[in-house]
């Protein structure tokens, strides 16, 4: 799996907890209505990257009295998350989307090769 849908996995186990809290049932009793395991329960909840199916998040959505939309990560939560890159010779730091360093990281496992950028400030290479 990727880093983003390890992610996506991630937050959508966040809203399950969230959800549970506010009727406020254990995982226990969340078990119980779902018929899953407690612990298939507790890892979607925790950082363990549990997968599920759409099947199993729907059927989540249902015991929880609500609907799978309301449980997936809203999409501006993944536009607004960005990656630092710095550079190693001056101070120089920056923030980019995502977006992009999604974009580089797909050009690097193509071509095997380290991206590099110039530096803005001190225009030595930045590898990357
Ligand atoms: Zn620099």
């Known amino acids: 799996m990727s880093m983003e849908e390890l992610e996506l996995y991630n937050e959508i186990g966040k809203n399950i907890k ?3 809290k506010e009727l406020g049932i254990t995982q226990e009793e969340l078990a119980k209505l779902t ?11 925790s950082i ?3 997968s599920f199916s759409i099947a199993a998040l729907n059927h989540i959505a249902k015991a ?9 990560p809203k999409v501006s939560n993944l536009e607004n998350q960005r990656k630092n890159l ?3 010779y001056c101070d120089y730091e920056t923030e980019i989307p995502i977006e992009l360093s999604e974009f580089i990281k797909s050009i690097k496992e193509i071509t ?4 590099r ?4 400030t001190c225009h030595k290479r930045i590898i990357i």
């Open 18 to 20: 969230k959800r549970r």
């Open 35 to 45: 018929n899953y395991s407690l612990s298939f329960i507790a890892n979607i909840e």
């Open 48 to 50: 363990t990257y549990q």
């Open 64 to 72: 929880l009295n609500t609907n799978m939309i309301s449980l997936l």
């Open 86 to 88: 710095k550079c190693e």
């Open 112 to 115: 095997h090769k380290k991206v």
């Open 117 to 120: 950028l110039t530096c803005p």
